[in-house]
């Protein structure tokens, strides 16, 4: 029997199926793909907490939704960081990650076209959740080789001890369940 974590995000009440890490940690699956209310809900109420930004960027995939849709509220232009390097990438700028969430390093890559962009711009980081701060620092580290300015970190949910963090943005809290 599937076993769920209830709580309400940006006033959307959700049931989050509780999923296992390893013997000794779950977390509560949260995934924004197919809920547009809650992505909807979610960049508003974000937006409503953001400093002024030029461009928002998000690692592919799980932040995609979230960034477009406050992309698309506060009308200004997201990059996505990608997961490898593309064909028609020139000159990419990569970092390398491990997440709670993926199994091994990952890579995020950014097109040379994109870090020209955020180059001396104020630039909004944006994704689903916040665990242990691996992905973010990827990101940042991104941002910074670009020339971008971080002006704010902005996330639906803040897990286990990011909650308590003084440099980010978060709309709830969610627990890490302990075996």
């Not at 028609?88 to 969430?101: A, F, G, K, L």
């Not at 962009?117 to 242990?132: H, P, Y």
Request: aromatic letters at 8%; charged letters at 25%; hydrophobic letters at 45%.
């Amino acid at each position: 029997m599937a076993e769920y974590y209830e709580m309400t995000i940006a006033g959307c009440k959700r049931k989050l199926p509780i999923c296992s890490v390893n013997e000794k940690l779950d977390i509560a699956g949260f995934i924004m793909f197919n809920d547009v209310e809650i992505t909807v809900a979610s960049a508003k109420a974000l937006l409503q907490k953001c400093p002024e930004f030029d461009y928002i960027i998000t690692a592919e995939c799980k932040g995609i939704p979230l960034a477009y849709e406050m992309a698309r509220q506060a009308e200004k232009p997201y990059i996505v960081a990608r997961k490898g390097e593309k064909l028609y990438m020139v000159e990419p700028i990569v970092v390398e990650v491990r997440s709670i969430t993926t199994t091994g390093v990952q890579r995020l890559v950014l097109d040379k076209t994109d870090a020209e962009l955020m180059n001396g711009k104020r630039i909004l980081i944006v994704d689903d959740v916040v665990s242990t701060g691996e992905s973010l620092i990827a990101i940042e580290t991104l941002v910074n080789k670009a020339g971008g300015n971080v002006v704010g970190k902005a996330f639906v949910l803040a897990e286990g001890d990011a909650k308590d963090r003084d440099d980010i943005i978060y709309l709830e809290p969610l627990p890490l369940f302990f075996k």
